[in-house]
């Protein structure tokens, strides 16, 4: 088996960071993150704030709209990856993949970045900031909100 | 169906195949060599077999397995929850025979991960960038299978200051039973210095808190107990099972990453056998990582939320410890081939039938198989005894 951590330092230009295709349930999501915007679905009944986007309210099952969230939030838990061969990844490592608990109340995964691995907490203040990775969709990573 | 005696569900026969590498052998040969071993240990035949129940990674799975083996089930069931899958397909595969819809179901499990792929499967993959439909939410990140069981762990730090010592306390255990299995992968004795000192791989997680990678199947019979009372070996009677559901691939969809579907599985399958946790003189938990052993105890009940880690330290897991585990050196260090469940019934099955040697928990009469599947997704809890309820 050929192995692949010994081509980590080749020539090849860098990967890209993958890039969701939207569908119908995500689409609003992706292209906001473009335009620099974080966005929750709050359900138009119950209230519920949501994520990920779903055609409807994971509570009461009521109709959802889209409202913008503040970006800030705390770090629910996160790990130091040290061993990926996918790339673009591998190419990142050490890198941080952490939960990331929303103000608003929702969940998401996302990369902890701006700071040493060794700096994150669980409980840690971070904000988000915006990476456009294709013509219609955008991410949110997060970085120490300090 | 005449009415007569209640069918009692009961598994009639167990095997595994050879371990834990086979690149002799295709995958669905490693099915056929443990089905082969399970009827002979059950005193059956192909002939005699007239339900199938097996799962892999691919749609139809079951219906591949049935013409490879030249079987024509009147029952088949190819449920997939991950590596609890088995657990599963046995409780379905109870059902079936104790409603009258089945006699004989043959229960398989195979696989060659460990040639055809390689060690990257489980510590290097699972961060490729693409997953289908709401799996992509955490798909960009570039996490791996090692690090979504490493947020668990790290969460359960936070709350409860479970300790990385703790944890390799699982692989420690798991490591002395596997001295005593001679087919298991790795059987060269372990401390906890050696585990907080392996490589890390996602923290908190090192090298040796993660699963070895296998080939290897497994197979059981499932028949009724008046099946078995023609047959040669002792009966082990299916009391109680139960799965659960918490999450699919999504870490961010799991409501809390210290309470897993065990935790609802368990009780549900312990009010159906009629047991409390008390009761279980030996455990098979799915262990493919430290973490999944420490959840899995608290979740059953066998100690108190919280509590996993002084739990399983100091050879808790050990014969003649607070719960002897995985007696067979678990995932940890036997055999790992990517769908675990089907060994974990296997080892309780001939925990309860006495067989177990130098890791044979004395009087041993009601085990404990839990499979965990996915990212913590799913759990399912089979309570086995050796005496009809």
Redesign the interface.
């Known amino acids: 088996?050929t192995d692949?951590s010994a081509l980590a330092d080749d020539e090849r230009p860098p990967k890209p960071?993958?890039a969701?295709?939207p569908d119908a349930?995500?689409a609003e999501y992706w292209a906001a993150a473009h335009d620099g915007r974080l966005v929750v679905q709050r359900c138009t009944n119950c209230h519920h704030r949501q994520?990920?986007p779903r055609d409807r309210c994971l509570v009461c099952r009521g109709p959802v709209e889209w409202v913008e969230a503040s970006g800030r939030g705390t770090v629910?838990?996160?790990?130091?990856?040290?061993?990926?061969?996918?790339r673009?990844?591998r190419d990142?490592i050490p890198?941080v993949?952490a939960?990331v608990d929303l103000e608003e109340g929702p969940?998401?995964?996302?990369?902890i970045v701006g700071c040493e691995?060794e700096a994150v907490t669980?409980?840690m203040a971070v904000k988000a900031h915006f990476e456009a990775?294709s013509d219609t969709a955008g991410?949110a990573l997060f970085s120490p909100d300090e | 169906m005449s009415a007569g005696p209640r069918r009692r569900a009961v598994i009639a026969g167990v095997a595994t195949s050879d371990y834990p590498h086979l690149p002799h052998l295709s995958e669905h040969a490693v099915h056929a060599q443990a089905a082969d071993r399970a009827l002979a240990d059950a005193g059956l035949t192909f002939a005699d077999v007239d339900g199938l129940a097996t799962t892999g990674f691919f749609p139809m799975y079951a219906t591949g397995v049935a013409e490879y083996l030249g079987l024509h089930p009147i029952y088949l069931d190819e449920t997939n929850t991950g590596g609890s899958s088995f657990e599963v397909l046995v409780e379905h595969a109870a059902h079936a025979v104790e409603a009258g819809a089945v006699d004989v179901v043959l229960v398989t499990y195979g696989s060659v991960q460990l040639s055809q792929m390689g060690r990257r499967l489980g510590t290097g993959g699972g961060g490729g960038g693409f997953a289908p439909g709401p799996a992509i939410y955490d798909a960009l990140w570039g996490n791996t299978l090692v690090g979504n069981y490493a947020l668990a762990a790290r969460r359960h730090m936070h709350e409860f200051g479970t300790t990385p010592e703790q944890l390799a306390g699982v692989a420690v255990s798991m490591r002395r039973h596997a001295a005593h299995n001679p087919q298991a992968q790795e059987r060269e004795p372990i401390t906890v210095e050696d585990v907080v000192s392996s490589r890390l791989v996602a923290d908190p997680l090192h090298k040796l808190d993660c699963c070895v990678i296998s080939d290897g199947g497994a197979a059981c019979i499932v028949t009724t107990e008046e099946r078995a009372a023609d047959l040669p070996r002792a009966p082990v009677y299916v009391l109680g099972a139960a799965h659960a559901t918490t999450h699919h691939m999504n870490m961010s969809a799991m409501p809390s990453l210290t309470r897993t579907p065990a935790a609802q599985s368990g009780p549900v399958a312990f009010a159906r056998a009629g047991i409390t946790p008390q009761d279980v003189d030996v455990a098979q938990l799915y262990d493919s990582f430290t973490i999944t052993v420490v959840l899995t105890v608290e979740d059953l009940g066998f100690c108190a939320k919280g509590e996993g880690g002084s739990f399983v330290e100091n050879g808790g897991l050990e014969l003649g410890g607070r719960l002897p585990t995985n007696t067979d050196g678990g995932g940890l260090s036997a055999c790992h081939p990517g769908m675990r469940g089907m060994f974990l019934i296997v080892e309780a099955v001939r925990q309860l039938r006495g067989e177990c040697g130098a890791t044979q928990v004395p009087a041993a009469a009601i085990a404990v198989a839990h499979g965990t599947g996915g990212m913590l997704s799913t759990g399912a809890t089979l309570v086995l005894g050796k005496e009809a309820p």
Do not use: A, E, H, K
């Open positions: 088996m692949r960071r993958p969701p295709v349930d995500s994520l990920y629910y838990s996160y790990t130091v990856i040290r061993q990926n061969y996918s673009p990844f990142w890198y993949v939960l969940r998401v995964m996302t990369n691995p669980v409980g990775v991410i």
